[in-house]
């Protein structure tokens, strides 16, 4: 039997980079003070700031809610988007709600059907934007929207260092280097545009948020997106990371933190770019921002005012909302 480095438990998880086997306590104990560093190394919120986390209901946004309620460093209320991709969106919804309640978590779900769309329907419009692209931007304005509009103080998402790196990679290797410079533990606050972005989970492994998922017995929505795809690209470079890191473990984490260490000198790149959006008022690089612009071309109007104002109407400043939908 394989001890725990902290206790005489039986360990059931070895984490290389670390040199360490852990039972399930002290692997707990291991993530919550990792997860507090990381916060903390990279300024992403203070005690007390209130943080809306963007939850999808697959593992990592679970386990991320999960990790933050147990730190209590913020208050915090969870945002799930119902995509309206049948099935696969009432289970992720469902399992959101539950996990909220049963912790006594104030959640938040926006419901792209109120809004006469879907991803699915977005897609299916905008030929020439793959169905994840679009997502992305339809997730990434409404957590935007719903802390700008609610008064909070940042956005924290569940990617992860093995994805994370990956598009670090990707973006250095098609020489797309304003996407290179957007990737970031913290992106800062632009006044009146933009929420400030953190990623807690920067320096994670997907393993280590695995088990803790399985060690708790989580509920989590285990299939994945319908629309997903990985590229040719991202598959290659995935293969030759997982090959260094079981060559060098950490190595993952070196590139993150070399990686942070230049992006974060100068954060005030994006920044320089910004506008605002003519039809909503939030940040756009363009005369309209990417979600007004789908919305505009699949729906024949932009959706962005109009879904701004729901989420003031639906919620109002009391966020003592749980079970509240858009």
């Not at 119902?82 to 912790?103: A, K, M, P, Q």
């Not at 260490?261 to 363009?286: F, P």
């Amino acid at each position: 039997m394989v001890k725990c480095h902290f206790c005489e438990r039986e360990a059931m998880v070895r984490l290389p980079y670390a040199r360490l086997n852990l039972c399930e306590r002290h692997f707990e104990e291991y993530l919550l003070r990792k997860l507090e560093r990381s916060i903390a190394r990279y300024g992403m919120f203070k005690k007390g700031e209130r943080v809306v986390v963007g939850v999808s209901g697959g593992k990592d946004s679970i386990v991320l809610a999960d990790l933050l309620s147990k730190l209590g460093w913020a208050r915090l209320l969870l945002v799930h988007v119902d995509l309206g991709i049948g099935e696969y969106s009432r289970r992720s919804s469902e399992v959101v709600r539950r996990f909220s309640v049963e912790r006594g978590l104030d959640y938040f779900i926006v419901r792209l059907l109120d809004y006469n769309t879907s991803i699915p329907e977005l897609a299916s419009t905008l030929r020439s934007r793959s169905p994840c692209s679009v997502c992305g931007a339809v997730k990434r304005y409404i957590l935007n929207a719903v802390s700008l509009d609610l008064g909070f103080d940042a956005v924290a998402t569940a990617h992860h260092g093995d994805d994370i790196s990956v598009y670090i990679l990707k973006s250095f290797l098609t020489q797309d280097y304003d996407q290179l410079y957007k990737i970031s533990p913290v992106n800062p606050e632009i006044k009146g545009l933009a929420a400030r972005r953190v990623k807690p989970f920067y320096e994670f492994y997907e393993f280590e948020i695995e088990n803790f998922a399985k060690t708790k017995n989580l509920t989590y929505v285990s299939e994945k997106c319908p629309f997903k795809y990985v590229g040719w690209l991202e598959r290659i470079i995935r293969d030759l990371l997982e090959k260094a890191e079981e060559e060098a473990p950490g190595f993952k984490i070196s590139l993150l933190r070399s990686h942070a260490r230049r992006v974060l000198a100068v954060e005030g790149k994006s920044a320089e770019k910004a506008k605002a959006c003519a039809s909503c008022g939030l940040i756009s690089e363009g005369p309209e921002c990417s979600f007004c612009r789908i919305t505009r071309r699949a729906l024949g109007y932009p959706l962005g005012l109009q879904l701004r104002r729901s989420i003031v109407n639906s919620v109002g400043f009391n966020i003592r909302t749980v079970g509240r939908q858009a």
